[in-house]
């Protein structure tokens, strides 16, 4: 579903109250067509008012670590008019007949909710004043409320909500669209800073995340998968791990052949995840062949160089005549970009508990997307869905990685063969050889410029992965994405080849990889000309302003163009002369609905080694900030994020197997090369957006652009190697 529609669908609400111990229940539907013809849908949202005051909000959506347990609820109690300090936070079960959809995953949680959600509490506010003003016999326009209090000034009286919960629930809801809603001025919960909820639980080591799941009897296992995606067991030595201390039981399972789902393994379980590690260290497990054996990193950088020099499969977007253009310019660049598969590379592996009991199964998984996850679980073992039950638990950390739900059918499968409840924990080896990962990606470009320092040409051939004309999952690009519309004379062709390496989303999908190359080629073509690179991407975006439809395939370039001039601002870009092998560069990205502007400043040793000394970045992501605490977390992780991708990691794969196990072969961003990173948000007349993603695209192009302005280097590929940086 579109973003357009999944929008279009939120707006479909309308209230339902109910009793709940003795107060108020408060929830807003998110009808589908049947319901809106037969009548009210379950509920999507809800509330709770109990007689002593305390609200319970009930987050919907997976908390994967980017605060959104906190931010949804902070939108109803804006509304509701109630202290913070009073607001209780509870997790919802996976349930998509009560709460519709249920996922963390395109920095969406914003959009689709912040309007939908602040109508939930204003209602519930208008209801607990009608509750007051029916038991006061006054209008209930002369009520009004302050902090959990129904308030008549004319007569002083008062009523506390915990007073009013049992007779507002008696009382029709009021429609949603109807409810007025605050003036963003009396804000006192939205626009400040917020700590997240579990933020004390989690720093004084309370169980919260998967690993902490314990069940009564529970088992723990191990799933041992070949190397090779798909590879099928040939033999194993079953009775050496069964003969280990503490194992209970080891098995093979047969699986099938999407990479997505069950894959052939061996599974070992016992009575302490140690021994069922130890356990399958003697398994001697042997593989059947497979096709992808004969896959590896090199030999899809021939195939992809092979294509690239080839005519392209296919055109996704053309204006004007590139060909012409290229030939009557005076200054024209060509290159060509490389970036590698990444991981995901979570602190917390992939784990799950599952239980199978009386024909059911109960579920506990970090995952960021659990609907899918019951429907692949239901699939595969046979087991209607109504009869899976999903506890979403707190995830450490996913990136995209846990949009997949592999480890929740390898676990629900394992707990209904072994009979007993079984926590499944991968090693962390197994995490980083069987991810789904950032597709790597060849673009061949050509450009021209001219001496006013206006781009007039722009061709990319875009060699990726797929079949025919179905791209390979993530390694697509959208036939608009910029600077489609913005030059002339522009062309984007693509060919594709198959690939046997499962790929899927890795935080701002696509963007994060395709931004490194448009942007430093636009710094390419700037330096080509002798021009400022701002001057060149401001004239490059022009005075346009919305350039196609509103969404993610329209572009608004006076918002874009308005964070480039405020990061330059910022970073005081053309003002200084940096000291020798020190350089400042820029990049911007529009991303997930955000449009983000960012400059580094990175300084280059004598060896090579990079050091990158700031970061500033330049957001617009509409007229509200709902949590500037997490605001800032987001924004300022997406930064180290990137840095991290760009300075250190890269998948490879020899005999269509990853070569990388673990963080020392795979390393990431440690603190002490962690930079400040300094952040504004510009306030603009929009709806407000999310920030988990759209932050991190544009600090990979800008540090290699600093790095160019450092040393002269342009780096082509990812990540950075400090052998070409070196001093001659």
């Known amino acids: 579903m579109t973003v357009e529609a999944l929008t279009a669908a939120s707006r479909r609400t309308f209230l339902k109250t109910g009793l709940a111990a003795g107060g108020l229940m408060l929830g807003f539907s998110l009808a589908g067509r049947g319901a809106e013809a037969a009548g009210p849908a379950p509920l999507n949202a809800y509330v709770r008012v109990a007689p002593d005051g305390l609200i319970t909000i009930v987050s919907k959506n997976p908390e994967i ?38 996922f963390a995953g395109g920095s969406m949680a914003t959009p689709l909710h912040y309007d939908q959600l602040r109508q939930v509490g204003a209602a519930g506010r208008a209801m607990l004043i009608a509750a007051a003003a029916k038991d006061w016999g006054v209008p209930a326009s002369a009520c009004s409320t302050e902090p959990g209090v129904v308030v008549h000034k004319a007569s002083g009286r008062r009523a506390p909500y915990g007073s009013l919960a049992a007779k507002a629930a008696e009382l029709p809801a009021p429609d949603l669209k109807s409810v007025p809603l605050k003036d963003p001025k009396a804000y006192r919960i939205i626009g400040k800073p917020t700590p997240q ?14 690993i902490d799941v314990r069940r009564p009897g529970m088992l723990f296992a191990t799933f041992e998968k070949a190397p090779v995606f798909g590879a099928k067991v040939a033999s194993a030595d079953l009775a050496a791990a069964k003969a280990v201390k503490g194992v209970k039981d080891a098995f093979i399972v047969e699986g099938g052949e999407d990479l997505s789902g069950l894959l052939p393994g061996v599974a070992v379980v016992a009575d302490s995840w140690w021994a069922a590690r130890k356990g399958r260290d003697k398994l001697n497990i042997q593989w059947t062949d497979h096709p992808t054996s004969r896959q590896s990193s090199e030999s899809i950088a021939a195939r992809a160089a092979e294509l690239a020099a080839g005519k392209p499969q296919r055109a996704l977007y053309a204006d004007g005549d590139v060909e012409a253009a290229l030939k009557t310019s005076g200054r024209t660049v060509e290159a060509q970009y490389f970036y590698p598969f990444l991981h995901h590379a979570g602190l917390e592996p992939q784990n799950c508990t599952a239980e199978a009991k009386d024909g059911k199964i109960e579920i506990w998984a970090p995952t960021q997307n659990p609907e899918p996850g019951r429907q692949l679980v239901a699939k595969t073992l046979g087991v209607p ?8 638990i707190r995830c450490g950390g996913g990136f995209g990685r846990r949009l997949s739900n592999d480890y929740m059918v390898e676990a629900a499968w394992i707990a209904r063969a072994a009979g007993a409840p079984v926590q499944l924990l991968w090693t962390r080896e197994d995490d980083t050889r069987h991810g789904f990962y950032r597709p790597a990606g ?18 990319d051939h875009f060699v990726t992965f797929g079949e025919g004309e179905e791209f390979a999952r993530s390694a697509g690009i959208g036939p608009t994405e910029f600077p489609a519309r913005f030059i002339d004379n522009y062309r984007l062709d693509v060919s594709t080849m198959p690939l046997g390496v499962p790929t899927g989303p890795l935080r701002a999908p696509g963007s994060n990889a395709i931004a490194f190359v448009i942007q430093s080629f636009i710094d390419e073509l700037a330096h080509a000309a002798g021009a400022d690179p701002v001057d060149v991407r401001l004239k490059l975006l022009g005075d346009r302003g919305q350039v196609g439809e509103p969404g993610r395939s329209g572009y608004n370039a006076s918002r874009m163009a308005g964070v480039v001039r405020r990061v330059a601002e910022m970073s005081g870009w053309g003002r200084t002369k940096p000291p020798e092998r020190s350089g400042m560069g820029v990049a911007f990205h529009f991303s997930h609905l955000g449009y983000f502007a960012e400059v580094v400043r990175a300084a280059v040793a004598e060896d090579g080694a990079v050091k990158v000394e700031k970061v500033w970045v330049a957001g617009d992501v509409g007229r509200q900030i709902i949590n500037p605490f997490g605001a800032m977390n987001q924004v300022q992780g997406a930064v180290l994020d990137g840095l991290s991708q760009a300075l250190r990691q890269q998948i490879t794969i020899k005999d269509g197997a990853v070569v990388q196990g673990n963080y020392d072969d795979y390393p990431i961003l440690r603190l002490d090369a962690a930079p400040p990173v300094e952040v504004e948000f510009l306030t603009t007349d929009y709806p407000p957006t999310g920030l988990g993603e759209p ?22 590929s990812l990540p950075v190697d400090p052998a070409v940086l070196r001093r001659a």
């Not at 869905?385 to 979403?392: L, P, R, S, Y």
């Not at 060849?442 to 007039?456: P, R, V």
């Open 385 to 392: 869905a109504e009869d899976i039950t999903v506890h979403m």
């Open 65 to 102: 670590g980017q605060g959104i347990k906190t931010m949804l609820p902070m939108l109803i109690a804006e509304e509701l008019d109630v202290e913070w300090k009073d607001v209780r936070i509870e997790q919802a079960l996976n349930d998509p007949a009560v709460y519709g959809r249920q």
């Open 695 to 716: 932050a991190l695209p544009p600090v990979v192009p800008a540090l290699c652009n600093a790095i160019f302005a450092a040393t002269g280097v342009r780096l082509r």
């Open 442 to 459: 060849f673009h061949t470009l050509k450009g021209a410029i001219d001496d006013a320092g206006a781009i007039t040409a722009w061709n």
């Open 197 to 210: 909820y579990d933020t004390k639980a989690i720093v004084t080591g309370q169980p919260l995340f998967g």
